[in-house]
C-alpha cells in the first residue's frame, strides 16, 4: 500500500509500504479520510513519533476513518464506516473505570495512535477494534476527520464555568479556536470575541460569523482593547495557542472570578505568568485535554444530528502525495489555511 512516511525532520515521502498485520483484536480499514493537525507539524519538524523504540515507515494521522476491509474477530462487519478513537486508553486503571479515559495512567498525554504507531496517512490502517466507532450515515467522511478537534472543543466548552448571557474570549485562531467558539455561541454566549494575531485564518470565521468581534492581541493596549469589548472583563476565556503572551493575555483579558481554560499544548515545557492577578482575583485556571470515551460519541452526535456542520471549517482535501505541502503550509500559517483532510 502507499503510505506518507515521515523520512526526516521536515520531510514526508509516499512510498510503497507492507499492508498492516492484523493481530487479535484487530480490524483492517481502507482509509477514507485523516485529518492534518497541529501535532503532526511538531512530529514532522523533529522528523520522529513519539515511540521509544523506532517505527519502520512511520506515518502519523490521528484524525480518521475509514471502511473495514477486515473485521479480524471483532463485532465489525466488512463495508462498516468506521472512526478510531486515537486516545489507547487501558481501561483498567481508576480513571478509566471512573469514565475519565482520557486521563488514563497508561495514556499520560502521549500514547495515541498516529504517535507511538503507525497512523492513518496510508491507503490502509489496522488498529484495535475496541477503539473503533461506528459512523452514522449522516456524517460524512470529511466530518468524522474533524471529530478529532471537535471533541476537544466539546470537552474544554462543556467543563467551562459558561452559562447562558456569559461572555466569552477565544485566544487563538486555529481549528480549535474557532471550534469552541463555534460551540461556546451554541451554548449560550451571549458576547464572543476572538483575540488573534494576524487575519490568516478568519476568512471561515467571518463567514460563519459566531464571533461578535476580533481583537489584536498583538496591540500594546490590548488590555484595554479586551475591556473596550466586554467591560468588567469576560467570564470565560479559552486559550488556544500555548504561549507565555497568549496566557498573559487571558490574565488580562478575565474577569475577577472568572474562568482561563487552557487548550493549547505548549511547546516550551514551562510557561511563566503572573500568579498575583490569578490569586488576587481569584481566577480559575484549568486545563482541558481531549476527551472522555462518552464524550467522543456525544462529539460523533453532534455532527450526525446536525447540530455542528464541521465540514465548514476544512478549507483543503489533498491526497497523501499533497501532506508535505499541507504541514510546510500550515507551519507558516499561510493565510486561507484553516484545516486540511487527506483523503488517500
Ligand atoms: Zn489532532
Ligand atoms: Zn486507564
Not at 484487530?26 to 522528523?47: E, F, N, P, Q, T
Not at 465489525?76 to 489507547?88: E, H, L, P, Q, S
Not at 467558539?181 to 476568512?203: E, T, Y
Amino acid at each position: 500500500m502507499k503510505a506518507a512516511v515521515l523520512v526526516g525532520p521536515e520531510r514526508i515521502e509516499v512510498k510503497e509500504v507492507p499492508l498492516p498485520e492484523l493481530g487479535p483484536g484487530m480490524i483492517l480499514i481502507r482509509v477514507s479520510a485523516c485529518g492534518v493537525c497541529g501535532s503532526d507539524v511538531h512530529m514532522w519538524k523533529a522528523g520522529a513519533g513519539w515511540s521509544d523504540e523506532p517505527i519502520p515507515d512511520f506515518h502519523m494521522g490521528h484524525e480518521f476513518c475509514g471502511v473495514v476491509v477486515d473485521p479480524g474477530d471483532s463485532r465489525f462487519a466488512v463495508g462498516d464506516r468506521v472512526t478510531f478513537w486515537a486516545n489507547m486508553y487501558c481501561g483498567r486503571c481508576d480513571m478509566c473505570r471512573a469514565g475519565q479515559e482520557h486521563l488514563c495512567r497508561e495514556v499520560g498525554g502521549r500514547n495515541y495512535i498516529g504517535f507511538v504507531c503507525n497512523g492513518a496517512y496510508a491507503e490502509y490502517f489496522a488498529g484495535p477494534a475496541r477503539y473503533a466507532y461506528k459512523l452514522p450515515d449522516t456524517v460524512s467522511d470529511v466530518a468524522a476527520a474533524l471529530i478529532d478537534p471537535l471533541m476537544v472543543a466539546y470537552h474544554a466548552v462543556k467543563h467551562s464555568s459558561l452559562r447562558l448571557h456569559g461572555r466569552v474570549l477565544v485566544v487563538g485562531s486555529g481549528i480549535i479556536a474557532q471550534l469552541m467558539g463555534h460551540l461556546a455561541k451554541k451554548a449560550g454566549a451571549s458576547f464572543l470575541a476572538m483575540s488573534k494575531i494576524n487575519d490568516n485564518q478568519l476568512g471561515i470565521a467571518r463567514e460563519i460569523g459566531d464571533f461578535d468581534c476580533y481583537i489584536d492581541g498583538s496591540a500594546s493596549d490590548r488590555a484595554a482593547r479586551y475591556h473596550e469589548a466586554a467591560p468588567g472583563g469576560f467570564d470565560v476565556v479559552f486559550e488556544a495557542v500555548g504561549r507565555p503572551e497568549s496566557l498573559a493575555a487571558c490574565l488580562e483579558a478575565v474577569r475577577p472570578g472568572g474562568e482561563i481554560v487552557a487548550v493549547g499544548n505548549s511547546v516550551t515545557p514551562e510557561i511563566p505568568f503572573s500568579l498575583n492577578s490569578l490569586v488576587l482575583n481569584e481566577v480559575r485556571l484549568s486545563g482541558s485535554v481531549s476527551c472522555t470515551r462518552k464524550e467522543f460519541e456525544e462529539t460523533i452526535d453532534l455532527i450526525a444530528t446536525g447540530f455542528v456542520k464541521p465540514e465548514r471549517f476544512v478549507t483543503d482535501i489533498i491526497g497523501l502525495d499533497g501532506l508535505q505541502e499541507a504541514l510546510q503550509k500550515q507551519e507558516k500559517s499561510v493565510p486561507g489555511l484553516l484545516k486540511s483532510v487527506v483523503k488517500p
